[in-house]
């Protein structure tokens, strides 16, 4: 039974009564050395050794959830913990909202449930593993140290989502957790499932876009898998996005502290050269957002979709804050969208049901333009006349309706030979990559920040912040 209580002292930390059921506790115990060797293999390099300030879960209470301390990495406790919810659960979405909720899975939901628990799973370790080298080059302890959370909770993200295939999916759920392991990022033949999962992150401009930008797909996802009918799921989800809230913090505070000090060196400079003063340019960040959101905006699926509307229809995932709905079926209504007909756009109204992956997207997209009007009001607060901007979502797309055109950032369709030759200007390029990494020197005194990004606003938890987040002398 899932309880408040947290039986913190056994091998696995769990709330879930672990201990009560002897077969799955065993079959855990089973593929924690594997998830350690995994952890060893493809987590964080060389950092093992380093006291981390981390936050550990301790408890599924909304106050006081998280203890902080110095912690190894290796020593992480990782565990299980799902939030207990004391009213009786029901479907919350579909033809049978308000039906009792599924405690078990039901036979005629298994592959698609087990398929969309796989296809988030997947997602956890993989960012663990685009983001391996990225300590080295931590623009402060207190950068480092908000890297390292954000792995160590990832890795906890993959247990939630093993328990769930362990405890509820038989040899199939336990083949698929192993598999789990066996998949890396951007290896060609054992690839991770989704495509923003397998782009490189060599660098911490894209660690902050990908925190802002691609987390925050996670987080959509997660709160839509919250309303799912089948209650472990559910409650699972529910207590990822209360850990999952501070990496989109990282990401999105990270990317205004790096707007901040480019305002500043753009100042500083005769010719308002942000380059010059060894910092990154404007251009050069917009190119990094419109990449980073437009893998992104991928991963919420196809803009018309099948599968979107049975998941909904059967209560296997619902809308983002479904409970806000007055109407929990959605089966009148359209959506109207634009698509590419005849070689030019028109618009075409779509069965809401089938538009779902479009509804969740635009939950999204208000979500990421609340950030950007967050980003100029420092520009403008900085006597910056530079903006930024999110690009349509038709631009550089590689899945859904828009993925076998092409379009300019403010959604134009253009033909494919436009594309390629403006690509430079409008995306992340090799050469851009090779400047990041050229200024991407490590600053590890306490307190101390990089040249091309401001410091926060305040530390974690109290701590000042030139507290020493990482212990890097032996
Ligand atoms: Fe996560
Ligand atoms: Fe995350």
Same mark, same amino acid.
């Given at each position: 039974?899932?309880?408040?209580?947290?039986d913190l002292n056994a091998k696995i930390?769990?709330?879930?009564?672990?201990?009560?059921?002897?077969?799955?506790?065993?079959?855990?115990?089973?593929?924690?050395?594997?998830?350690?060797?995994?952890?060893?293999?493809?987590?964080?390099?060389?950092?093992?050794?380093?006291?981390?300030?981390?936050?550990? %879960?301790?408890?599924?209470?909304? /106050?006081? $959830?998280?203890?902080?301390?110095?912690?190894? @990495?290796?020593?992480? !406790?990782? &565990?299980?913990?799902?939030?207990?919810?004391?009213?009786?659960?029901?479907?919350?979405?579909?033809?049978?909202?308000?039906?009792?909720?599924?405690?078990?899975?039901?036979?005629?939901?298994?592959?698609?449930?087990?398929?969309?628990?796989?296809?988030?799973?997947?997602?956890?370790?993989?960012?663990?593993?685009?983001?391996?080298?990225?300590?080295?080059?931590?623009?402060?302890?207190?950068?480092?140290?908000?890297?390292?959370?954000?792995?160590?909770?990832?890795?906890?993200?993959?247990?939630?989502?093993?328990?769930?295939?362990?405890?509820?999916?038989?040899?199939?759920?336990?083949?698929?957790?192993?598999?789990?392991?066996?998949?890396?990022?951007?290896?060609?033949?054992?690839?991770?499932?989704?495509? %923003?999962?397998?782009?490189?992150? /060599?660098? $911490?401009?894209?660690?902050?876009?990908?925190? @802002?930008?691609?987390? !925050?797909? &996670?987080?959509?996802?997660?709160?839509?898998?919250?309303?799912?009918?089948?209650?472990?799921?559910?409650?699972?989800?529910?207590?990822?996005?209360?850990?999952?809230?501070?990496?989109?913090?990282?990401?999105?505070?990270?990317?205004?502290?790096?707007?901040?000090?480019?305002?500043?060196?753009?100042?500083?400079?005769?010719?308002?050269?942000?380059?010059?003063?060894?910092?990154?340019?404007?251009?050069?960040?917009?190119?990094?957002?419109?990449?980073?959101?437009?893998?992104?905006?991928?991963?919420?699926?196809?803009?018309?979709?099948?599968?979107?509307?049975?998941?909904?229809?059967?209560?296997?995932?619902?809308?983002?804050?479904?409970?806000?709905?007055?109407?929990?079926?959605?089966?009148?209504?359209?959506?109207?969208?634009?698509?590419?007909?005849?070689?030019?756009?028109?618009?075409?109204?779509?069965?809401?049901?089938n538009a779902m992956n479009e509804v969740?997207?635009?939950?999204?997209?208000?979500?990421?333009?609340?950030?950007?009007?967050?980003?100029?009001?420092?520009?403008?607060?900085?006597?910056?006349?530079?903006?930024?901007?999110?690009?349509?979502?038709?631009?550089?797309?590689?899945?859904?309706?828009?993925?076998?055109?092409?379009?300019?950032?403010?959604?134009?369709?253009?033909?494919?030979?436009?594309?390629?030759?403006?690509?430079?200007?409008?995306?992340?390029?090799?050469?851009?990559?090779?400047?990041?990494?050229?200024?991407?020197?490590?600053?590890?005194?306490?307190?101390?920040?990089?040249?091309?990004?401001?410091?926060?606003?305040?530390?974690?938890?109290?701590?000042?912040?030139?507290?020493?987040?990482?212990?890097?002398?032996?």
């Open positions: 039974m899932v309880s408040n209580t947290v930390p769990n709330n879930v009564g672990l201990s009560d059921d002897v077969k799955l506790q065993r079959a855990l115990e089973k593929w924690l050395p594997s998830y350690l060797e995994w952890w060893n293999d493809m987590g964080p390099s060389d950092f093992a050794q380093k006291n981390v300030y981390l936050r550990t %879960a301790v408890s599924v209470d909304n /106050d006081g $959830w998280a203890h902080y301390d110095y912690v190894k @990495m290796p020593d992480y !406790r990782w &565990g299980i913990f799902l939030n207990p919810r004391q009213e009786e659960s029901l479907i919350r979405c579909g033809d049978d909202a308000g039906k009792a909720a599924w405690h078990e899975v039901p036979g005629e939901h298994r592959n698609a449930l087990r398929r969309i628990i796989v296809t988030q799973a997947d997602t956890e370790p993989a960012s663990v593993e685009q983001q391996r080298l990225l300590g080295h080059t931590a623009p402060s302890l207190y950068d480092m140290r908000n890297l390292f959370q954000v792995n160590v909770e990832e890795g906890r993200h993959l247990w939630a989502m093993v328990y769930l295939l362990h405890k509820y999916f038989g040899r199939d759920g336990r083949d698929e957790a192993d598999m789990l392991l066996e998949r890396r990022s951007g290896d060609p033949d054992k690839p991770r499932i989704l495509g %923003a999962f397998n782009q490189p992150c /060599d660098h $911490w401009l894209s660690f902050f876009a990908f925190t @802002m930008f691609t987390d !925050r797909d &996670g987080k959509y996802q997660l709160a839509a898998l919250a309303q799912s009918g089948f209650d472990p799921l559910a409650r699972t989800t529910e207590f990822m996005l209360t850990e999952e809230a501070h990496h989109l913090f990282v990401g999105e505070t990270g990317m205004d502290r790096i707007v901040k000090r480019s305002a500043e060196l753009q100042r500083l400079d005769p010719n308002g050269d942000v380059r010059n003063q060894g910092g990154i340019d404007f251009d050069l960040i917009q190119r990094t957002i419109n990449y980073w959101y437009t893998y992104s905006l991928d991963l919420f699926g196809g803009e018309i979709s099948s599968n979107a509307a049975d998941f909904f229809a059967t209560g296997l995932k619902g809308r983002y804050r479904e409970d806000k709905y007055e109407e929990h079926r959605a089966l009148g209504g359209t959506y109207r969208l634009p698509v590419v007909e005849d070689g030019r756009l028109s618009e075409r109204d779509v069965p809401m049901r969740l997207r635009d939950a999204y997209v208000h979500d990421c333009e609340r950030a950007l009007r967050k980003w100029n009001r420092t520009l403008e607060e900085a006597g910056s006349p530079t903006r930024l901007a999110l690009p349509s979502r038709r631009f550089h797309r590689h899945q859904g309706i828009y993925a076998d055109h092409a379009f300019d950032p403010t959604g134009n369709l253009i033909t494919k030979d436009q594309f390629e030759q403006r690509r430079h200007e409008w995306v992340l390029t090799p050469s851009d990559n090779d400047y990041l990494l050229s200024i991407m020197k490590a600053s590890h005194e306490p307190g101390k920040f990089a040249n091309w990004i401001a410091p926060p606003t305040r530390g974690i938890e109290g701590q000042p912040i030139d507290f020493e987040y990482v212990q890097l002398r032996d």
